[in-house]
């Protein structure tokens, strides 16, 4: 049972190029999240998904935008890289069946803009 | 503003000794506050929550409303519980809001 699993593990990207990362989860959650950690920020979610279909902004969405393709997968874009956005991402699920259950996440994905 | 504060970004402690990672929020509802933890080339988990009262891996945290805390206490560290731990909070829906996060270092 893998969970939340994310690609690719790592990335390095010029600035202005174009990427998407991956992330998909084998729990039948329905939420999903998108958060980025960066030293001296702890976590910051970029985006949300409370379902299949649905995608909403977080605290940091500029410059990302999101897919959620199925209720398995949930991808984050870069459309045109920054550095600002050298980071580490974590991808994330929960089950939204009332009450507050615990996010699972993944590996994470780091990533490095020059 | 909601907002979670970890004032300390390493807490550095010897076996056996006890250990506090302090933790801060500003919210205006009725707040929910859990503490996640990730150990090393581990992901991150839920370690607990507040309204479980419960104590994980010797670890228990009381919400005290009065001074907005939830402090992480364990009386005696251990080598394992090296780690980085963050403070959250729960917004609407499943949104959290973490703090910065503590880095455990517990030495033999």
């Known amino acids: 049972n893998a969970g939340v699993t994310q690609t690719p593990k790592f990335q390095v990207l010029k600035t202005g190029q174009s990427m998407t990362l991956q992330c998909a989860q084998d729990?039948?959650?329905?939420?999903m999240y998108w958060y980025r950690q960066d030293p001296g920020m702890g976590l910051r979610l970029i985006y949300y998904s409370a379902s299949e279909g649905t995608t909403d902004k977080g605290e940091v969405p500029n410059g990302y935008n999101v897919s959620r393709l199925n209720k398995r997968e949930f991808s984050l874009r870069l459309e045109s890289a920054a550095p600002s956005q050298t980071s580490v991402y974590f991808c994330?699920?929960?089950?939204?069946?009332?009450?507050?259950?615990?996010?699972?996440f993944g590996d994470g994905t780091r990533l490095s803009i020059l | 503003a909601q907002r979670v504060t970890q004032p300390e970004k390493l807490l550095s402690v010897f076996k056996g000794a006890p250990v506090e990672l302090k933790c801060n929020y500003s919210y205006s509802g009725s707040p929910e506050l859990f503490w996640y933890v990730q150990y090393s080339r581990q992901r991150l988990q839920l370690l607990l929550r507040?309204?479980s009262r419960e104590s994980i891996k010797g670890f228990t945290a009381d919400l005290n409303k009065g001074e907005t805390s939830f402090h992480l206490k364990k009386p005696f560290a251990q080598e394992e519980d090296s780690a980085m731990y963050y403070c959250a909070l729960r917004r609407n829906t499943d949104k959290l809001i973490f703090g910065t996060g503590t880095r455990l270092q517990v030495f033999p």
């Open positions: 729990m039948n959650h329905n939420s």
């Open positions: 994330a699920s929960s089950e939204n069946r009332g009450g507050y259950q615990p996010q699972h």
């Open positions: 507040h309204i």
